[in-house]
């Protein structure tokens, strides 16, 4: 049987980087401690969401891959002889420097780290949302990078970032490319005094990802944060999915947690063969998704 064990890591975030990263580092730990081997954190872990609000100065967030987050998640890593997959506000200076015209380059980024400490790659979000409360072109590049595999002990995974897991294209390409799990780091809650009247926007959350799993006979592994930042309040649930949607293991709404489970990964062809979603595709009628606007 192939098998994982993998982690969730979901956490409320203060204001204070070095603080979150140490209470982070801890849960990592007892992740590690209760046999994960692959362990997932939230979107943008170590900083509050800070998208939320117009005109922050982004170097008060973004770091250097080289930068002291990855450097102690690589530390950490190698310690615990497990892959972590570590999302952050990366920074990339210009190259030759402002005389060059070249100017620096800011991603949603998330990093995979294996049990060696080594970077294995890294995804840039590629689907950025532009909304009262997620005003995050104004600081994030679109991704260019493409959609990544990762492969760890003979393990195939996707990370996706947050506003990714609406888009069903993103989903498959990664079903297509070889991942029996996709992870999707997340920041993404309800907005105080926004009652939402198109309807529960975790309901539709949790169930748009259930359908990915579903669709692409894969599980769907999603991390959220808890607590309120300014006028969001996270609603947390991070979870696990199996091929069938079924959700396995759920966190709290408000609590922090550390979410553990142990995933079948033979399941993904034994429910993919049942389904025959795969085998029966037909590539050839879905060349209109390629065009950016369809004619009405």
């Known amino acids: 049987m192939k098998s994982i064990n993998i982690a969730l890591v979901q956490t409320k975030v203060s204001e204070n980087i070095e603080e979150n990263v140490k209470k982070t580092a801890k849960l990592i730990e007892q992740a590690a401690k209760a046999g ?3 362990v997932a954190l939230q979107e943008l872990f170590q900083t509050p969401y800070f998208p939320q609000w117009k005109n922050k100065n982004k170097d008060d967030y973004a770091e250097k891959v080289t930068g002291p987050t990855v450097t102690a998640m690589k530390k950490i890593a190698r310690k615990l002889k497990i892959t972590l997959i570590v999302p952050f506000y990366e ?43 997620f005003y995050e072109k104004e ?3 679109e991704g260019e990078l493409g959609y990544k595999i990762f492969s760890v002990d003979g393990i195939k995974f996707a990370v996706l970032i947050c506003y990714d897991q609406w ?12 991942a029996e799990i996709i992870f999707y780091p997340t920041a993404i809650g309800n907005i105080i005094g926004d009652d939402a009247p198109e309807g529960d926007w975790h309901d539709a959350w949790e169930t748009v990802q259930r359908g990915h ?13 808890v607590g309120r930042e300014g006028q969001t309040r996270f609603f ?12 396995i293991k759920r966190a709290s709404p408000s609590k922090e947690a550390v979410l553990v489970a142990k995933l079948d990964l033979g399941k993904n062809k034994f429910i993919e063969k049942g389904w025959g979603f795969m085998r029966n595709r037909r590539p050839d009628t879905y060349k209109p998704l390629a065009i950016k606007t369809l004619k009405k």
Request: aromatic share 12%; proline share 6%; no cysteine.
């Open 36 to 38: 994960a081997k692959i």
């Open 91 to 133: 920074k990339i200076s210009a190259q030759g420097g402002p005389a060059s015209g070249w100017k620096d380059k800011y991603f949603n980024t998330a990093v995979v780290i294996d049990k060696n400490g080594k970077l294995l790659g890294r995804y840039h979000k590629i689907h950025i949302p532009q909304d009262p409360s």
């Open 139 to 141: 600081y994030f590049r």
């Open 167 to 178: 888009f069903p294209e993103a989903a498959r390409l990664a079903k297509l490319s070889g």
């Open 213 to 225: 799993a579903i669709a692409n006979s894969v599980y769907v592994a999603a991390i959220n944060r």
């Open 236 to 247: 947390g649930q991070s979870f696990i999915s199996d091929p069938f949607g079924k959700i």
